[in-house]
């Protein structure tokens, strides 16, 4: 029906109609003529951006001997739209992949983020024999061509854990660093990670713009924006190349880890987790992935774990030098202070058991025959010292002093991953014993190196290194400069003085270490001929199986050239197996060979992980 | 006028006819354009889109003929024959037809198929004109707040909008096609014209004006907004008769209604309707992802500048950064090889064919003509408007296509039975007595 008065409401739709055009028209003269937004993109999405890959900075030993070079590697590019008229079955045969392997790559590269007009990845890091097959056949693969980037190479399989190794971005951090791109390689663990930046050098890119055609028509602003690559800058390492091939030889065959320290600088000159693997066996596409899993999988030795710088142990009696040192700053024992021992700790009824070490012993003497009583007394007399009258205040002024060698925080080195270990708070204690539960007696074993104490092997080798230094430490750091200019970062130029500052203490301690290696200590079967090495044996129980062998020292006496701390998991007496490991390591670094053929043999043959460990000799 | 029966012309709007085959033609160029390949440089290439669409083009050229030709009678006559039929069809295709991403809407017949949804439109404005040119219908036109006058008033209205309920549920549920589903939207304008009550424009545009609102802030936050909305309006406008205040009461309630069921509705969506209500809210931001399309959309138009990249030379419409660019994202081959002037010129190509099918209903004698007229241009505009709007990022992706230039035989075909249905009728104008 028509009604007269609907007749206006024409109007209304018409001008309806009108209205949202406009409004259309508006919005179309905005995003195409005043905002010039759209222009600039709609430039960026015709541009093609070839990327040069520079080449990763090499890394250097201390002597400037070679540790990680590169070796060229090519991954074969696809642009899928320029791939009609390509010998398809040609290129499968050469790669030796099916067809339906292909398609599936095939559409990977033609979907987001990728794009049918841009290059995408169609064959990771080819092997060099597919890549002489491909050359020869390449003018058959239209749409395909070869980028040439370069992988890492070790002339002597040596230093993985140190080194870590190169693998593919993740793609979290290709989403949030704008530097890197999916399929892009970074330094995943050690040196390769903490030295990332100044490895991996600058990217250099090439612009150009294409036409509908996909031709190039030039390049961008006049090649304005384009850049060269500029290769990674090269990395001077403290590491002594010999000395860390020696270690990794004397340790095979046993779980464990060794740390060498420059005292003097704070320079890491070996740094030693076994097992270890070939870091050669982590580079390459293909058969890095099957390494790695191979690796990962190895559950019974886990030779990723990195355990110089993350496993952390039971000290033992090692840990009993940083009782002596906080007892004589304290002035509560001197060189001639004498505690009784009873083939154990008499207060506790014999416990921490000791062993026959021929009487009470002064300070010294204490040291060198690792009386187990009287690291028990100090520890009390540091703990419920006077000064204190609550004795939880005693034992936080015990706990203060020990974390100023190191222990219960991470160092800060340059490698990643370094775990702080432990010393256990009184707030700890409380929890476990409750408020009044405990006393300085409960916990008397903290002062032989036991209980809930925790250090990593780069913290003991710290503590040496600190005791050699006769007060002082740096950082312990693996680089001794980056480029060729060697810059090291500033924070490990600065001296850590520890607590104790008396240098009297020191020389005591000293003494005891010097005469752990002379007839009466506990490992004077090590001792070395023309050198003087101070040391300490330990020998940690730890809840894993039978005691963990442990042995510090430095050397010579004075002027240390060198600290080092090693621990053998499961072995037994320090004296037994990680004596003999250290001492050979000093003689090799300070005189180039050593002197006692038969105990490198013997340490070098033994397998202490594929067959029962041998009977451990008599210890002495 | 002439009454040439010899002349299948004879009467019929010359201008929509130009309009149309300008619009038909500049499609097809644009298709060329969007899918163009240097491979595939043949225009008459068949095992192409322009190839095809060249050949539905040839189909729609026979169908306007024969609906020129046919007695104008004859729809009027077989209108609710037409609803059923195409009906009928459209329950067929969901036992006969093939799966297509997940819907099941196409007929296939070896390489071309059809989608009998498009067809449902024109069906529905031949049902919807027959129902209302009923002399005794009258679409209400009151308001008032009585049950009786209430069901009287808006029974007709009911019935009408019952003819687009149904197909657009079938479509909608069954076939999986919403955007198809929600042409029928358009068909509002058409009762609008026709007597339907402001109130249910107004009320419709509140609701929808609460839903976005409801989901741009909070419940709470919106129910605020409408109560101090409404609340305002009674102090300063409304005299504040008992009558009023039960009124304003009332649409406070059912403004309440809208926002509580907001969030169900919301959450009842498919994920892909949300991600596109949430991009066009800005409440997502996602340019590599779901915001893909309209982004690679805009910046292939806006990169069009004012005269255009010219014809065939779009790098981005060439790369293929836009999809679907034959079909529902064909405006911006226009909008980059055209430019502003381009663009425009396409949009009031639009606008004039829709303007111009409204000026002729209004000259129509017939109640159905002119109905029918109106349902034209309602779905003609509600196309061009959701299309342009949604590639240029002022409409959430609904996949709908630009009537006559989009690729794809069943809507070329079913926007010039729809149009041509049209002609014939406004060519017959003069033999119908009132």
Redesign the interface.
Known sequence: ???PQ??D??FI??GF??L??L???C???Y???I?E???D???N??LRKRTEYPVRGYIFDRKGRLLVQNEPSYDLMIIPKET?GCDTMGLCEVLQINKQEYLRRYKKAIQ??N???KESIFEKQMSAPVYAALQEKMYRFKGFFVQKRTVRKYPRPIAAHLLGYVGEVTKEKAEKDPYYREGDYIGVTGIEKSYEEALRGIKGIQIAI?????KMVGRYMEGKYDTLAIPGKPLYCSIDIDLQEYGEKLLKGKKGACVAIEPSTGEILAVISSPSYDPNLLVGGKERARNFTKLYYDTLNLPLFNRALTAMYPPGSIFKLIGALIAQDDGLIDRNTVYPCAMGYPPMGGKPKCHAHGGGKNLPGSVAASCNSYYSYVFREIVDQKKYPVFKDGYNHWRDQVKTFGPGTRLGTDLPYDKPGNVPSTEYYDKVFGKNGWRSNTIVSLGIGQAELLLVPLQMANVVATIANRGYYYTPHCIKGVGNEKYLDPKFKVKHYVGVQKQEAYQNVIDGMQGALEPGGTAFTNRIKDIVVCGKTGTAQNPHGDDHAVFLAFAPRDNPKIAIACIVENAGFGNTWSAPIVTLMIEKYLKGKTDRPEVEKRMMEANLIDKKKPVAEKHR | MSRDQNNIFAGADRLIIITYVVLVILGWLNIYAAVYD??HQNILDTSQKYGKQLIWISGAVIIAVSILLIDANFYTAFAYGFYGIVLFINIMVLFLGKEVKGSKSWFRFGDIGIQPAEFMKFAVNLALAKFL?N?N??VSQQFRLRLNDLIKNYKNTVYALVFMVVPALLIMKFQKETGLAIVFVAFI?VL????MSVNFLIFGLLAATLFVVTLVVTQITSLLIALAVIGGAAILFIKRSRKNLIILALIFVCSAGVVLATNYVYNHLEPHQKDRIDILLQKKVDP?GKG?NVR?S?????????LGKGY?????T????VPEQDTDFIFCTV??EW??VG??TI??LE?FL??RV?FL??RQRS?FS?IYG?GV?AVL?FHV?VN??MT?G?MPVIGIPLPFFSYGGSSLWAFTILLFIFVKLDANRLLILR
């Open positions: 029906m028509s009604n609907l007749g409401r024409k739709i018409g109609f009108c949202i055009i409004i259309y028209i919005r179309l003269f995003i195409q003529i905002d937004q759209y222009k993109e709609a430039i999405n015709a009609k987001a983020p794009s049918p007009r294409t036409d509908v055609h996909n | 240097e491979d040119s002399t219908i009258v304008i609008y014209r026709e007597g590599k893909y690679q805009k910046i292939a138009i806006g990169s069009g500048g004012f065939l030379q779009g790098t981005q060439k790369y293929d950064f909008g980059e430019g502003f663009s425009t949009i009031f606008l829709i303007l409204i209903s209004e109640d002119r109106y241009a505009f408007a342009i709007g240029i002022l």
